[in-house]
């Protein structure tokens, strides 16, 4: 399944990350481990007893609390620059850096007259959207509201991370087209304003008589508080007038994600997100920010890209490209096309700073920090001690209701799901390659000619001319039926796929694993993921949510099949016309099936007591359905949904329910059925909810007026806690040039690239490329290159006299992007130089 688990919505997220202590095994070999002290031998899952989160929305005042050893972390990436001295100078506190989170606007798109409210929406063009892009400067934004830590950003690919490297080229020509230049910005908005049939009275844009007045919804826990105000200046000074409005992460939320645009709740909102893992491959975004296949909110449901750009956003959403260089130009076209749309503008990449306690250690991923690694929960620890309490503060907490399927997207409630869940492989937080966690191995078989390279030896990649999709592979569902369709109903003569992955689960899973109230893993808590891939889409469904239609049609565009080979040991094979570039993840994204849906993990029977009250009509698992039957938006944690839950307890207990009974009464018994509504209702007995998981910690309380959560350790987990501690510093690789200042035209001239790791050469084995962009004195992209290697720590870049020879008089500009094989951050650097004879 395509998955998009690893964007998340944020309030300026965090960033943590052992830098300089721990890696998950660099290059893909294992460090010979250190010894392992008896005390903590043995310990399985979690190094502490007890977590407790506890929300504390004032960055200042946590560093506060910090100081005074009420916290142990703030699990908050930190951007301001007052703070961040604080932290250095406090050798009581320690930090982390990370460098996936991020800025933009957010655009209310319906309109231009709202059909549910009074008011006029200028944002509903895109050529008013595009313009935008010209009235915001980026540079004041990075430099003067985030003190430097921050990097203009301009495009929906983000600047740390391995495609905007690959793609600098069109990137920086973009980026130059769209630099700041109110004029040009004032110019287009007020062509655009007059063809809607608005005039400007008094200094001020008027329609229908009123004034146009715009709703900026302003974040206020962080930088976005300044932002917002400096965004909302700028529109006042081009004639509108504006009503700002500040709000805390649970104060916004409803207001852009759950309510219709249409209601005119707003016109512009401050939107943070975190990358909560590397990407390799940002081929998705396209199609996650602008199209109605992104999120089921009613935001999104609203969007309407033009057919071209559509097309393009779900083609490299599905990886329809047989080589790197057509990937490039679709790349290209897509990067034009999304400034032309503008359903949002993008402002800078952060560099987030995540403060702690020194005595604390903790694994973290250089794009999501602590908050968005996964493996935060495995790994964090007091070093002085094994258990005790752990006390974080993050910014809000149960922001939104919590389900796995369609819940809550904001990193500071999935920072807390994840130490609740896991998934069938885990990913790398320096590379974001992925390592087999729940699974063994797994085989990648792919069309010969596609780009696909492989890392790691526990993926066993092979290549073929053609791959044939056996005829019992299950194709679609049928809702109406209850039952899978085969290949061979569905495509009687046959089908093909450029990929085949088979992942081999452990022989003991369904003896190790077990859900948090007691219920042992079974082959039923797969074959519920499997079948609400499909059936939440389809009409016939008593689920059916037309929010899930959008993903399923661009799933299935590229879906084949999917064969479970054998069911203990579990061997599952999945048939695609999608790809990724690594083998490994081509695994996580095309088919571990582990039931970690793109909000948490569920298992049959608590995900089923949601969906049987769904059927009941008395909830819906996402905002979008449950605005639209006026129902409350399922939560399995808090709220009013717990009391409805209770009741449908009662009544599957009673009867047996089993979800989707027609088909999964063949792989789940009577005994299993009676056994796990039994344990739900003792858990739900000592707990008061119904979140299960099968993670390191359980969801032991839930405190929304306190703003409190408590995790405690799962003492049946069983992995040892030393499983994922061997790590080492992160090999982000710093990089200086060196060569002549001045060049005449016509003249050959070689730059050194300078390329270290704490003071050492890097290898030149362990670096994937380096590239070069000539700017001229105008600021325009001449030419572009590959630098050649020299030795260990130093490239060459050769100017040929040709190119030197059309550089006019001024100041040209070398840039410089070195990719490691180390991490996926890749690192920039520069030199202008003087062109004349």
């Known amino acids: 399944m395509i998955n998009i688990r690893f964007v998340r919505l944020t309030c300026m997220v965090l960033a943590v990350s052992l830098l300089g202590t721990f890696s998950l095994f660099a290059g893909g070999a294992q460090e010979e481990e250190p010894e392992v002290p008896p005390e903590v031998e043995e310990r399985t899952g979690g190094w502490f007893d007890e977590i407790v989160t506890i929300e504390e929305d004032d960055s200042s005042a946590a560093i506060a609390r910090l100081e005074a050893g009420e916290l142990d972390m703030y699990a908050h990436g930190l951007s301001e620059a007052e703070l961040y001295d604080r932290i250095l100078a406090n050798e009581d506190l320690g930090y982390e850096e990370s460098y996936g989170g991020y800025n933009e606007l957010t655009f209310n ?497 608590n995900l089923g007591l949601a969906l049987k009250a769904e059927g009941n009509e008395q909830m819906a698992l996402s905002s979008d359905k449950a605005d639209r039957l006026e129902v409350e938006w399922t939560s399995l944690v808090a709220g009013p949904t717990i009391e409805l839950l209770e009741e449908n307890l009662e009544t599957a207990q009673a009867d047996g329910f089993l979800p989707f009974a027609d088909f999964m009464s063949d792989y789940v018994d009577s005994a299993e059925i009676s056994s796990r509504w039994s344990n739900l209702a003792a858990w739900y007995d000592e707990y008061e909810h119904f979140w299960v998981g099968t993670g390191p910690y359980q969801l032991a309380g839930v405190f929304p007026v306190e703003g409190t959560v408590q995790l405690t350790r799962f003492e049946d987990y069983p992995d040892l806690a030393t499983r994922w501690d061997q790590f080492e510093e992160p090999m982000i690789a710093d990089a200086t040039v060196d060569g002549p200042v001045s060049v005449d035209q016509g003249q050959e001239a070689e730059y050194d690239i300078h390329i270290t790791f704490a003071g050492q050469p890097y290898a030149i084995e362990d670096i994937q490329e380096v590239t070069y962009l000539l700017f001229d004195a105008r600021g325009d992209l001449v030419h572009e290159g590959i630098a050649e290697p020299a030795e260990d720590g130093r490239y060459t870049a050769t100017l040929e006299s040709d190119v030197t020879a059309a550089l006019p008089d001024g100041s040209a500009r070398l840039e410089v992007a070195v990719s490691s094989r180390m991490v996926a951050i890749p690192t920039f650097t520069g030199l202008e130089f003087i062109v004349g004879n």
Not at 208 to 227: A, K
Not at 240 to 249: G, L, Q
Not at 428 to 442: K, M, N, Q, V
């Open 109 to 605: 798109t319906a309109g231009p007259e709202f059909a549910d409210a009074d008011g006029f929406n200028p944002f509903a063009v895109p050529e008013i959207r595009e313009a935008m892009n010209y009235l915001i400067d980026r540079e004041h934004i990075a430099d003067e509201i985030y003190g430097g830590l921050a990097r203009p950003r301009y495009l929906p690919i983000s600047t740390a991370l391995p495609d905007y490297a690959r793609l600098s080229g069109i990137s920086r020509a973009l980026e130059l087209e769209y630099s700041y230049d109110p004029g040009l910005a004032e110019e287009i908005i007020s062509s655009e304003m007059r063809d809607l049939g608005a005039t400007m009275q008094d200094g001020v844009w008027h329609y229908d008589g009123e004034p146009v007045e715009l709703i900026i919804l302003i974040r206020n826990e962080d930088e976005r508080l300044d932002i917002g105000d400096y965004i909302a200046n700028q529109l006042e000074d081009i004639g509108f007038e504006t009503e700002r409005i500040y709000a805390s992460a649970a104060e916004a939320g409803p207001l852009w994600t759950e309510r219709h645009p249409d209601t005119g709740e707003f016109h512009v909102y401050t939107g943070g997100w975190i990358t909560t893992a590397v990407v390799r491959d940002q081929a998705d975004n396209f199609d996650f920010f602008y199209t109605p296949r992104g999120l089921p909110f009613p935001l999104w449901q609203n969007y309407e890209p033009t057919e071209e750009f559509d097309q393009i956003a779900d083609d490299l959403a599905s990886r329809r490209f047989d080589t790197m260089e057509e990937r490039a130009d679709m790349f290209a076209e897509a990067l034009r096309l999304s400034m032309e749309d503008s359903s949002r503008i993008w402002l800078v990449d952060t560099q987030d700073v995540t403060a702690r306690r020194a005595d604390l250690s903790v694994a973290a991923d250089l794009a999501g920090g602590v908050s968005g690694a996964s493996l935060w929960a495995l790994t964090m620890r007091d070093e002085t001690q094994v258990g005790g309490t752990a006390n974080l503060g993050l910014p809000s907490i149960l922001t939104e209701p919590w389900n796995p399927i369609d819940g809550s997207n904001w990193v500071y409630d999935q920072m807390m799901i994840e130490a609740t869940s896991e998934d069938g492989v885990q990913p790398d937080p320096f590379t974001g390659l992925y390592w087999p966690h729940r699974i063994e191995s797994a085989d990648v078989l792919v069309r010969e000619d596609l780009p696909v390279e492989t890392t790691h030896d526990w993926v066993n990649l092979e290549r073929t001319g053609e791959i044939d999709v056996p005829e019992d592979a299950w194709a679609d569902w049928n809702a109406a039926e209850q039952r899978f369709v085969t290949v061979g109903e569905e495509e009687p003569d046959g089908v093909t796929a450029r990929t085949m992955v088979r992942v081999q689960y452990p022989d003991d899973l369904y003896d190790t694993v077990q859900w948090h109230d007691g219920s042992s893993f079974s082959i039923g808590d797969v074959l519920l993921y499997m079948i609400l891939a499909f059936d939440r889409a389809q009409e016939e469904s008593p689920y059916f949510d037309q929010a899930a239609v959008p993903t399923y049609e661009s799933f299935m565009d590229d879906f084949r099949g999917v064969r479970i080979v054998s069911e203990d040991p579990l061997v599952i094979e999945t048939y695609t016309d999608s790809f990724y570039l690594d083998a490994e993840v081509n695994v996580f994204n095309v088919g571990t099936w582990w039931p970690m849906y793109a909000q948490g993990t569920g298992a049959w029977h």
